[in-house]
């Protein structure tokens, strides 16, 4: 059987519009606007809604899902992220996911400078004396991230500084995550050196 020209036009377009709006059997078309409206229009964060762009692809997918199940619970995703989430299928969460990843990320740099040097200390060597584990090695020495687990790196000092805090208010990320017992032990003082850190790291 031959394919047609027509057929493989339409091979052609779907390939090319896969990442940006996905539609499979069954599954609602998720434009990216969708979500850029609130992320940014490159996806380079924008006010609480943090940057997507250049983030683990797997990272992004777990996550989404997380909203939809309504496991990751902090005040702001249920106030934004479970809607935005309540109709997105996996299919589509995936497309997404890749989709925001080969956006290449720009760092927030919004940190306190003064605090940047003890941030990197604890970032590469964690505080053993306190029991607080090196997040490079699970981050990664450029706070890249790998599989997974996330890139921290350029993130915006406020939502890092949230994040790292929730774990210790008791709020959830998804089911199986050492975070918890990582951050619990934080005092303020550090949690505020690794946000200013890890916002200027590119
Ligand atoms: C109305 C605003 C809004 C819309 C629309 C929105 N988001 Fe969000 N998003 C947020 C906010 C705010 C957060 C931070 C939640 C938190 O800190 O608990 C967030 C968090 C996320 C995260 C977690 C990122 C991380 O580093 O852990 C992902 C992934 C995400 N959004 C993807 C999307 C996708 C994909 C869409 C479109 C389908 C979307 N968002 C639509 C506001 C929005
Ligand atoms: C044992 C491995 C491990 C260590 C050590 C670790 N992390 Fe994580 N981290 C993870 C995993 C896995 C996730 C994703 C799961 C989740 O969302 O809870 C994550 C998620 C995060 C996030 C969420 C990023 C986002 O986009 O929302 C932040 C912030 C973070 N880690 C900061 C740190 C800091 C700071 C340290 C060091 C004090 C650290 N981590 C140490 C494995 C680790």
Redesign the pocket.
């Known amino acids: 059987m031959n394919l047609t020209r027509s057929a493989w036009m339409a091979a052609l377009l779907t390939a090319l519009i896969a990442p940006v709006a996905t539609a499979v059997a069954g599954e609602q078309i998720v434009p990216v606007q969708n979500c850029t409206w609130c992320h940014g229009t490159s996806a380079q964060g924008y006010a609480m809604a943090?940057r997507l762009a250049g983030?683990r692809p797997a990272?992004l997918e777990?996550?989404l899902n997380s909203f939809r199940e309504h496991f990751r619970d902090a005040p702001l995703s249920k106030q934004y992220m479970w809607s935005a989430t309540a109709a997105l299928g996996p299919q589509a969460a995936r497309d997404l996911a890749a989709y925001f990843s080969t956006i290449p990320p720009r760092a927030a740099n919004d940190g306190n400078t003064n605090l940047a040097t003890m941030g990197r200390t604890?970032?590469m060597n964690?505080i053993p004396d306190a029991n607080?584990?090196?997040?490079y090695?699970?981050?990664g020495p450029n706070a890249e991230g790998i599989r997974?687990?996330?890139r921290?790196g350029g993130?915006s000092r406020f939502?890092?500084k949230a994040?790292?805090e929730q774990?210790g208010q008791g709020y959830h990320?998804?089911p199986g995550?050492?975070?918890p017992l990582?951050?619990r032990p934080?005092a303020s003082a550090e949690i505020e050196a690794?946000a200013s850190y890890?916002s200027f790291v590119k």
Do not use: E
């Not at 607080?132 to 997040?135: G, T």
């Open positions: 943090p983030q990272y777990t996550q604890i970032y964690g607080i584990a090196a997040c090695a699970c981050h997974d687990i996330p921290l993130l939502y890092l994040r790292l774990w990320s998804v995550s050492p975070m990582v951050a934080l690794l890890l």
